[in-house]
């Protein structure tokens, strides 16, 4: 059997605060990221696809984030900023994280741009030494077309590898760099998991 493409692991995954419609299955990229903490130094995993799953990057970075929370915003917020310029300003876009309150974050967020009389749910929970990288974050969700995030279990993040032993992976970041355009199958039937059949919501 053959890797998971993103957008099948997105599909699959919840969205925090943001119910799961049929439409969700048709982002132009996705990107999973992680980012690891270890006393003798972390590291940051990017993955980009296509939603095809045409590759778009790869990225295993080296990185000293004081703890594990702060290492996984650094590390979405580089996602996105590689995406960033690779895509078209328009792209939709799915998120693929690990980390339970990243997801929400990012999905207030989506959901806070919609206009002054939305209510977060909560406020962010960002980690201290992070307020940076969520100024980041933040504006890069609001750059792209659309976005949303999808939380993952941290085995079956792609990106998980790639923060966990950035110096094995070291030879990622030698891949030539890559732009391709989305080519999202749209005219497929836009059949939701059960699980999510019963669900209805904007994007």
Known sequence: ???QRLRELFD???TPHIAHPPHTHHRDYYV???GSFAPSGGGLGVIIETGIGERVARLAVPDPAPDNNVAEYRALHLGLDVLANRAPADANIGVLVD????AGDVNLAVLAGRG???RPVRDAAVPAGAANHWRGIRARVAGFGALRAAELESAENPAHVLANAPEEYAHVNDEPPRCPLPNVERDEPQIPPP???NR????
């Open 1 to 3: 059997m053959g890797r």
């Open 12 to 14: 699959d995954a919840p």
């Open 116 to 118: 002054s009389r939305y």
């Open 99 to 102: 980390h339970s309150a990243l």
């Open 32 to 34: 999973a990221t992680d």
């Open 195 to 197: 699980s999510r059949a």
């Open 200 to 203: 209805h919501a904007g994007d």
